[in-house]
Every structure is written in structure tokens, then in C-alpha cells.
């Protein structure tokens, strides 16, 4: 059984950073690709982030590029997303997923969802 726990949102103002955390469980996902969606208020989910297993490759949607950083701890089975000047437009509640890459698009590898966390910045 796949758990993911994702934790570290907040309410924050423009400018302002956030750290999102990711805990798997339940497998591991230490040779997957691992990544963040994120779902704005009535929009779908979207793809934001991914790193390769050994966190030496790295992945943005073109929005957030020299804004956000992702990275993994394979000992914890953990992933991040530090999260630096934020705007408005980032409001959105963000999921983690182990991930596959088709083409130029990400997709849920394993059709698992954690609960997400909501992140919301205020201008």
C-alpha cells in the first residue's frame, strides 16, 4: 500500500518562501522519479517539478523555473520543494506522486494521491 504524506503549506504573502515535504511510505521509491502537481482553485492538476532518482536531475514547468527547487532524501524517502518568491498565482494545493515522463508531459506513475497541502499566497 502506497502512502504519500505531504506537509509544509501555509498561508504566506507575495515574496515569501514556503518548504513543502513529501514522506513516502509504504514502498520505496528510491529508483522512481519522483514529483510535485499542484491544483488551483477550480483548475485541474498540473504538473509543477520532478527530480530523477538520485536527485542529480532536475525538472520545472516553465512558471516557477529559478523560483522553485526540488530535491530528495532517499535515506528518509522524502522529497522537497523549496518554494522562493512566491506569487499569487502559486496558490494552489500541492501533491507529490511518483512520476513517468511521455513525451514533454509528466504523469502519476501510479495513480496514487496523497492529501495534499494547500498553499496560499496573498498579494
Known amino acids: 500500500q502506497v502512502q504519500l504524506v505531504e506537509s509544509g503549506g501555509g498561508l504566506v504573502q507575495a515574496g515569501g518562501s514556503l518548504r513543502l515535504s513529501c514522506a513516502a511510505s509504504?514502498?520505496?521509491?528510491?529508483?522512481?522519479?519522483m514529483g510535485w502537481f499542484r491544483q488551483p482553485p477550480g483548475k485541474e492538476r498540473v504538473f509543477v517539478a520532478a527530480v530523477n532518482w538520485s536527485g542529480t536531475s532536475t525538472y520545472y514547468t516553465d512558471s516557477v523555473k529559478g523560483r522553485f527547487t526540488i530535491s530528495r532524501d532517499k535515506a528518509k524517502n522524502t522529497i522537497y520543494l523549496q518554494m522562493n518568491s512566491l506569487k499569487p498565482e502559486d496558490t494552489a494545493v500541492y501533491y507529490c506522486?511518483?512520476?513517468?515522463?511521455?513525451?514533454?508531459?509528466?504523469?502519476?506513475?501510479?495513480?496514487?494521491w496523497g492529501q495534499g497541502t494547500q498553499v496560499t499566497v496573498s498579494s
Open positions: 506522486a511518483a512520476v513517468i515522463q511521455i513525451g514533454s508531459m509528466w504523469f502519476n506513475a501510479l495513480d496514487a
Open positions: 509504504g514502498r520505496t521509491f528510491s529508483s522512481a522519479r
